[in-house]
């Protein structure tokens, strides 16, 4: 889209150069999606590129993995068979090109969309933001005053394109720890479709064999993440489910309806937390009788199913 209100195009990573009426530009594939008002009814006058940044795509070291917001979707692909993370005991590598696949975009996206861009849309089917909050990621910001603070990737989104930065903050990298990072995982995404956007989209991992964490994403409006000191029983999970997420906070739009993506969640929460209580590589799995259809929804199990399918 052409954006034929900007001025000027300003190469910086300084948020101190940032004013009113810019945007920081990355891969660009939203911003010149949306065009000239992407953020608001004000249209924008400059852009910040990050362009020639310089910032290292990914820094692996025993205390986990750096991912600079530049990273592109196709280079953070590479990362699981990068020499850097060859022989490490990290089960979690395995989600990274899981969720990279949820694009389900083109080459020419993958090449340019970032780690960055992805999560800072703030999107409730961002494939990055699943991955980041999922593993326990820790997003750094710096600000236009010359600080920084850092922030849970799960708490960074607020909404459905909504996010924590203030105005002129800028997303510097990621940090995923290799505590997580070593922790057993399992993936479940569905969507209405066979190459559509993820209307459910859920990680689990457990550590040390114990401690399990939920990250539920996409379905709602931002990341939800519950925590258990050990793999609860299906009737406990269920019930931390109807705590932790009210109806309104399940997303709705055409890639699918409250109720299917409420049904979905407690379905594939369900079958993660079942993979992971068994031994690893255990076939099957059996989902419990009292957990689906979920006890908070009776008699609409059904009737989201088919309004969703």
């Known amino acids: 889209m052409d954006m034929n209100t900007i001025e000027a195009v300003v190469r910086t990573t300084d948020p101190g150069q940032w004013r009113d009426g ?3 530009l990355a891969g660009g594939t939203v911003l010149f999606s949306y065009g000239s008002y992407a953020f608001g009814p004000q249209p924008l006058k400059r852009l910040l590129d990050l362009g020639a940044a310089g910032w290292t795509p990914m820094t692996v070291t025993d205390d986990g993995i750096e991912l600079a917001a530049t990273c592109t979707i196709t280079e953070l692909y590479g990362l699981p068979a990068a020499p850097e993370t060859s022989g490490r005991a990290w089960p979690a590598l395995d ?3 899981a969720c990279c696949d949820s694009f389900v975009a083109s080459f ?3 090449n340019m969309s970032t780690v960055g861009g992805n999560i ?3 999107l409730p089917a961002g494939p990055i933001t699943s991955l980041c909050a999922g593993l326990d990621g820790t997003a750094t910001i710096l600000a236009p005053g010359g600080g920084s603070r850092t922030v849970p990737v799960a708490d960074f989104i607020t909404g459905d394109a909504r996010n924590c930065l203030a105005p002129g903050e800028l997303l510097r990298s990621v940090h995923l720890p290799a505590s997580a990072l070593s ?3 399992a993936f479940r995404r569905l969507s209405l479709s066979n190459l559509g956007r993820s209307g459910v ?5 457990l550590d040390g064999g114990t401690s399990l964490v939920l990250t539920v994403t996409a379905a709602t409006k931002r990341p939800v993440q519950l925590r258990f000191d050990d793999v609860p029983a299906a009737h406990h999970l269920a019930a931390a489910l109807d705590a932790a997420i009210p109806a309104a906070l399940y997303h709705d739009d055409i890639h699918g309806l409250p109720a299917w993506r409420r049904d979905m969640t407690y379905l594939l929460a369900e079958e993660i937390r079942a993979e992971l209580a068994a031994p690893e590589g255990a076939p099957g799995l059996q989902i419990s009788g009292d957990f689906w259809p979920p006890h ?3 008699g609409q199990a059904g009737d989201a199913l088919l309004k969703g399918a």
């Open 120 to 122: 800072c849309t703030s």
């Open 108 to 110: 020419k996206v993958w």
């Open 95 to 97: 989600l990274v090109r």
């Open 201 to 205: 989209l859920l990680i689990g991992t």
């Open 22 to 24: 810019d945007a920081w």
């Open 183 to 185: 922790a057993r995982v």
């Open 296 to 298: 908070a929804l009776p």
